[in-house]
Each structure stands twice: as C-alpha cells, then as structure tokens.
C-alpha cells in the first residue's frame, strides 16, 4: 500500500533554513506527481509546492524564491528544501500524492522562532 515516512522537521529561527524529505513507497515512484501542503491549526490545509513526474515545479506565492522541491526517483523521495524561513512558515508539513485519491503523509512539524 500506499506509505510516507516525512523527517526533517524541527524548531528554527527566523531566517534559518530546513530540509523536508518523504520517502515514498507502494507505488512505481517516477510515474507520479508530487506534492507538499501545510496545515496550522484551525486553518485550512495550504498548498505549499508541486513536482510533476517529469520534474516540473510550482510555488505557492508565499514561498516563492525561498522554498525548494524536488525529487529522487532513484530513492523514491521527494525533498522541500525551506530557506530564509518566516514566522509564518510555522506548520505542520505533510507531503502527498495522487492516485485515484489523495495519499497523505503523517505530517512533520517546522516552527520557527523569533
């Protein structure tokens, strides 16, 4: 079946920097897209970054320029690399898939300090 194992979360500070990785397994990796949203508390899950299957990437507004995704088919995990990190970057981090349905991972919490 369909299984995520995110790391990489953790507490930082303003203007700090955080590597999310999902590895993926339970499915042929490659053929599919990739993506990360965020979640905080009482608010609605945010779309945050988007890997197509042929490497492709969309941002939402938000992170543009500061947030990187990308993809090892080879390891069959899909990384967000979080740079110059705001107060308001503070969420829970959940990396998902599509196939039929949506695929979620268990979430990994990043907050940042001031």
């Known amino acids: 079946q369909v299984q995520f194992v995110e790391s990489g979360g953790g507490l930082v500070q303003a203007g700090g920097s955080l590597k999310l990785s999902c590895a993926a397994s339970?499915?042929?990796?490659?053929?599919?897209?990739m993506g990360w949203y965020r979640q905080v508390p009482g608010k609605q899950r945010e779309w945050v970054a988007t890997v197509t299957s042929g490497g492709s990437t969309n941002y939402a507004d938000s992170v543009k320029g500061r947030f990187t995704i990308s993809r090892d088919n080879a390891k069959s995990t899909v990384y967000l690399q979080m740079n110059s990190l705001k107060l308001e970057d503070t969420a829970v981090y959940y990396c998902i898939t599509y196939i039929g349905r949506n695929y979620w991972g268990q979430g990994t919490q990043v907050t940042v300090s001031s």
């Open positions: 339970g499915f042929t990796f490659s053929n599919y897209d």
